[in-house]
């Protein structure tokens, strides 16, 4: 089982970019899948989940600016995130869960600075 994440990187204030988070080895479409991100010296936060039928739900932090989706025919999830803020700045990680198992990603930096 493998979760891989990419496409963090360098934005500046106001801007955008999308993470991505591709499956192996697991029946995709039936995980609750979740973005989290931990800054340096504070807790890992939930910032996105979309349940296996499309629900989605936000903290109020990222609610507006925040987007995530998933495509089960390519068992990956996206974080489409847009008006960066430095605060957003953090180890960004995708979780993948059911009732029986729980899969994290091994994260990607997101820098926001100008």
């Known amino acids: 089982v493998q979760l891989q994440a990419s496409g963090g990187g360098l934005s500046q204030p106001g801007g955008s970019l999308t993470l991505s988070c591709a499956a192996s080895?697991?029946?995709?479409?039936?995980?609750?899948v979740a973005w989290y991100r931990q800054a340096p010296g504070k807790q890992r936060e939930l910032v996105a989940r979309?349940?296996?039928?499309?629900?989605?739900n936000y903290p109020d932090s990222v609610k507006g600016r925040f987007t995530v989706s998933r495509d089960n025919a390519k068992n990956t999830a996206y974080l489409q995130m847009n008006s960066l803020k430095p605060e957003d700045t953090a180890v960004y990680y995708c979780?993948?869960?059911?009732?029986?198992?729980?899969?994290w990603g091994q994260g990607t930096l997101v820098t926001v600075s100008s």
């Open positions: 080895g697991i029946s995709f479409s039936i995980y609750v």
């Open positions: 979780n993948a869960e059911n009732w029986r198992n729980n899969y």
């Open positions: 979309i349940t296996s039928g499309g629900n989605t």
